[in-house]
């Protein structure tokens, strides 16, 4: 079961990039200029300081070791063995306090430390697992009761192909082609009712934008293209 929720090429793909991770000019751009973006709208709604958080799906560490420096004692995991590397390398370059890294699946971690954190972040990764849902259950059983877990990925909609796929990868170039696949898209509505059936209860939502003229991100209530979902586990 641990490693089944887990699609090969999806691990290829980034593990092929891994070394690429904290280069702002890489493939990686758009996450360096969007993560203090998520960061400050995630710290807003659950504290981080002294919190015990989890971040799923971390790649190469971008958001965990942002989670670090704002006072979090951070937990991030993937199975891309190279992405966690360069994550590990990059906390101890740059001497990031309270963050470690584990190769384990989210419903790995579930069975083994339930109810273990008081933040739980899976940001941009729904939309490469055969089984979101799956990963969804994971979180809320990891989270404590009363906890906050955030989500963030693609609404499967006509904006969406034509923005994240053919403008964001054919267009702009922002990502590497082949980066997303439309029918792993999620639906706001989707993700909501995954929500609901792990006992997650929405509090927020916000959609991230970007101008190509400007090349600036910024969050606003609409959700049609990339949005992120806050969550607390009901008590």
Not at 67 to 87: E, N, W
Not at 197 to 223: C, E, F, H, M
Request: one cysteine or more.
């Amino acid at each position: 079961m641990s490693n089944t929720n887990v699609d090969p090429a999806e691990l290829a793909k980034f593990s092929e990039l891994a070394h690429r991770w904290w280069d702002v000019n890489s493939e990686f751009r758009p996450l360096h200029q969007i993560n203090p973006l998520r960061l400050e709208w995630i710290n807003a709604l659950a504290s981080l300081k002294q919190r015990q958080v989890l971040d799923v799906g971390c790649g190469g560490g971008i958001l965990s070791d942002a989670m670090a420096r704002a006072g979090a004692h951070v937990t991030g995991i993937d199975l891309a063995t190279k992405s966690l590397k360069v994550a590990q390398l990059h906390a101890l370059e740059t001497q990031t306090p309270n963050v470690t890294y584990r190769e384990v699946s989210a419903e790995a971690l579930a069975a083994e430390a339930p109810a273990q954190f008081d933040v739980v972040t899976c940001m941009e990764m729904l939309e490469h697992v055969p089984d979101p849902a799956s990963i969804v259950k994971a979180c809320a059983t990891l989270v404590k009761p009363g906890g906050w877990v955030f989500f963030s990925t693609l609404n499967r909609n006509p904006k969406s192909f034509l923005f994240a796929i053919l403008g964001a990868e054919y267009v702009l170039n922002l990502l590497p082609k082949g980066t997303h696949e439309y029918a792993k898209f999620i639906r706001p509505s989707e993700l909501a009712a995954y929500c609901r059936s792990a006992g997650l209860v929405l509090q927020a939502t916000k959609g991230l934008q970007y101008n190509p003229i400007t090349r600036r991100y910024w969050l606003d209530g609409n959700t049609s293209v990339n949005y992120m979902i806050a969550t607390q586990r009901a008590l």
